[in-house]
């Protein structure tokens, strides 16, 4: 039931594209494409790609970014639109006692506010979805969210997928 890679194209990415590598403040479901996986994982700031692109929204964010990385991060309030393959790196805001934190609404953190919490970077992967059934990403299951009757596989289909 092992889970074999997508072809690019066939995960609505063109062969020649390379994966987008983002950095980001946060991370929202709005970017990625409605049906996937997204994989979090803990990264240190040394895994963070050089050359990510910047999708930093807030100056004083990238302020905190750039001291923290060692390099010049540019505040870019751009949309995203990732898909299968793509990877988003997100530096979350947590306090110094390790719990979330969240700005009040509305503020812009100024360097006082920002040395009251610390930075822990994730990376978000963007992954194919992969059929409930047989676990194949090129499953109809996978591809259109549910099979009438039985999976690619051969395995029954629950139906519409929630
Ligand atoms: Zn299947």
Redesign the pocket.
């Known amino acids: 039931m092992g889970v074999r890679p997508l072809p690019r194209q066939a995960a609505g990415v063109s062969e020649d594209a390379a994966p987008r590598r983002v950095l980001a403040s946060a991370f929202a479901l709005g970017m990625a494409p409605a049906r996937c996986r997204l994989v979090v994982e803990p990264v240190d700031a040394g895994d963070v790609p050089v050359d990510a692109e910047p999708a930093v929204g807030h100056a004083s964010t990238a302020e905190v970014y750039s001291a923290l990385l060692g390099r010049a991060v540019a505040c870019d309030r751009r949309a995203l639109s990732l898909v299968a393959g793509d990877e988003v790196y997100v530096g979350a805001l947590v306090a110094l006692d390790g719990r979330p934190w969240r700005p009040p609404e509305g503020t812009v953190l100024d360097a006082a506010a920002l040395a009251a919490v610390r930075v822990e970077w994730r990376r978000v992967a963007v992954l194919p979805p ?7 990403v090129e ?4 591809r259109l969210g549910y ?1 009438p009757g039985r ?3 051969g ?1 029954p ?1 629950r139906g519409p997928s929630p």
């Open positions: 992969v059929c409930g059934q047989c676990g194949d499953c109809a299951v996978s099979a999976c690619d596989d395995r289909s």
